[in-house]
T-cell receptor, first 111, second 111 residues
Framework: DGGITQSPKYLFRKEGQNVTLSCEQNLNHDAMYWYRQDPGQGLRLIYYSQIVNDFQKGDIAEGYSVSREKKESFPLTVTSAQKNPTAFYLC??????????FGPGTRLTVT | QKEVEQDPGPLSVPEGAIVSLNCTYSNSAFQYFMWYRQYSRKGPELLMYTYSSGNKEDGRFTAQVDKSSKYISLFIRDSQPSDSATYLCAFFSGGYNKLIFGAGTRLAVHP
């Protein structure tokens, strides 16, 4: 059963702590993406990676970091430098026809 | 001018109505056109995908692309309460290596 998994579904952290969100895919896709979505808002691109060991900043990369050591995995770290980290985070991978497939999302709450 | 314009709604229709959702875009380099459906607190799912001007039909859904007017539409026939969701248009051009999303239109279909 191919797809994208994100864990955990809900995450709670204290302000000042770094937190890492997991994203795994078994679709054999090269490109992967991280988005942030705030209530009633569209998708904003944080980081993307077109190939293992390479990644590019998106529109709102400040306060975030990523790694891409394996094709299947693209974890996102929300650092303490991110001013407003509470949001819904979505991971996606891109297929051969440039369409993107999304995971179920992680809802992060920082207090 | 924004690259993609999409009316955020909300759009409220009675069950059985024909729904028309629209996006305009300014970048003539966009080659691939997609519609995503996003239920509340879920990841977006790919609904329709096309790369040429004209119509593409899939069940109750029809995607229409007019490249000369830089305008895409999604029509939903015989709308159901289960169609209540946010619909996002998305565009791809090779120069970006990423999708450009509209802000999403919130649709409510009431019984």
């Amino acid at each position: 059963d191919g797809g994208i998994t994100q864990s955990p579904k809900y995450l709670f952290r204290k302000e000042g702590q770094n937190v890492t969100l997991s994203c795994e895919q078994n679709l054999n896709h090269d490109a992967m993406y991280w988005y942030r979505q705030d209530p009633g808002q569209g998708l904003r691109l944080i980081y993307y990676s077109q190939i293992v060991n390479d990644f590019q900043k998106g529109d709102i990369a400040e306060g975030y970091s990523v790694s891409r050591e394996k094709k299947e995995s693209f974890p996102l770290t929300v650092t303490s430098a991110q001013k407003n980290p509470t949001a819904f985070y979505l991971c996606a991978s891109m297929g051969q026809g440039y369409e993107q497939y999304f995971g179920p999302g992680t809802r992060l709450t920082v207090t | 001018q924004k690259e993609v314009e999409q009316d955020p709604g909300p759009l409220s229709v009675p069950e059985g109505a024909i729904v028309s959702l629209n996006c305009t875009y300014s970048n003539s380099a966009f080659q691939y056109f997609m519609w995503y459906r996003q239920y509340s607190r879920k990841g977006p799912e790919l609904l329709m995908y096309t790369y040429s001007s004209g119509n593409k039909e899939d069940g109750r859904f029809t995607a229409q692309v007019d490249k000369s007017s830089k305008y895409i539409s999604l029509f939903i026939r015989d709308s159901q309460p289960s169609d209540s969701a946010t619909y996002l248009c998305a565009f791809f051009s090779g120069g970006y290596n990423k999708l450009i999303f509209g802000a999403g239109t919130r649709l409510a279909v009431h019984p």
